[in-house]
């Protein structure tokens, strides 16, 4: 051998297998090679003192103290059993929470659709003026404007459909008026 002093045996009774790139424990001091470096492979008797892991309640995502020699499933289900801040039944967000204002309407909405003039929270059948019978609107708009208007709503939006929509609203407005 060109070099005796090259690489080190595994220090595990079991394997002393010759590696060149050993790993140090760094409790135990001693060389292992890639399958026993580990603290639970090479049955390190300090691994106390580093592999120290702290359990977290599944409910409330608090960490839990435990003393050394607890076990952490016991530990976990009395704190769980007395001490966890985590209720059910209080911690959950409604998803529909914005209730429709036309009368009679129960419906409720994941957003809030209001009225651009009564400033009222809507449905999606309810949205429009004319559906939930708008009395602030300033100039009340014709059956046959809102229905152009929602069939507009159907295309693709974009800032070109947008100004023409605002403009066929406008002049459905004007012919309305005559």
Not at 57 to 80: A, E, N, R, S
Not at 127 to 149: E, F, K, V
Request: hydrophobic share 30%; glycine share 6%; with cysteine.
């Amino acid at each position: 051998m060109e070099f005796p002093d090259l690489g080190k045996h595994c220090s595990e009774k079991t394997c002393k297998q010759l590696d060149f790139l050993p790993i140090k424990c760094d409790v135990c001091k001693q060389d292992f090679c890639k399958d026993h470096f580990t603290y639970a492979a090479h049955k390190c008797p300090f691994a106390f003192k580093k592999d120290v892991q702290v359990p977290v309640c599944p409910l409330c995502h608090i960490p839990i103290p435990i003393k050394k020699g607890q076990i952490p499933d016991v530990v976990v289900g009395d704190h769980m059993d007395r001490d966890c801040k985590y209720h059910p039944g209080k911690n959950k967000e409604k998803v529909f929470a914005h209730r429709c204002s036309k009368g009679g309407c129960k419906k409720r909405e994941m957003l809030q659709v209001a009225c651009a003039q009564c400033y009222g929270n809507f449905c999606i059948q309810h949205r429009h003026p004319l559906d939930h019978s708008c009395r602030h609107a300033s100039r009340p708009t014709s059956n046959a404007g809102c229905s152009s208007m929602r069939a507009l709503e159907l295309e693709p939006s974009g800032a070109v459909n947008a100004l023409s929509s605002w403009w066929l609203t406008r002049q459905f407005r004007w012919k309305a008026k005559r």
